[in-house]
């Protein structure tokens, strides 16, 4: 059965860092590829970044690069996102999971920018 679990999130100012974690289940993790997605209030679910099966390609949204890093340990089937110089408009629950999308979802982890 497929399962995501999301960590690491919490209340952060503007300019800090953070680390997100996923653990992921279910399917061959080391065939995948991985993504990280958020969802701000009210609005639709986006994807902010995914890394390819061997960790050796990454891409990002416009509104992250430079200052997120997705990360895979295929070893421990793990997916990291470390995030830094944080900005108001990054505050989302943030969910990982396979580029093609599976269900089901994880809880997410809820990631909060504010003074």
């Known amino acids: 059965q497929v399962q995501f679990v999301e960590s690491g999130g919490g209340l952060v100012q503007p300019g800090g860092s953070l680390r997100l974690s996923c653990s992921a289940s279910?399917?061959?993790?080391?065939?995948?590829?991985m993504a990280w997605y958020r969802q701000a209030p009210g609005k639709e679910r986006e994807l902010v970044a995914f890394?390819?099966?061997?960790?050796?390609?990454?891409n990002y949204a416009d509104s992250v690069r430079g200052r997120f890093t997705i990360s895979r340990d295929n070893a421990k089937n793990t997916v990291s996102l470390q995030m830094s110089s944080l900005k108001p408009e990054d505050t989302a629950v943030y969910y990982c999971?396979?580029?093609?999308?599976?269900?089901?979802w994880g809880q997410g982890t809820l990631v909060t920018v504010s003074e």
């Open positions: 279910g399917f061959r993790f080391s065939s995948v590829v």
């Open positions: 890394i390819s099966s061997s960790g050796l390609i990454r």
């Open positions: 999971n396979r580029r093609d999308l599976v269900e089901p």
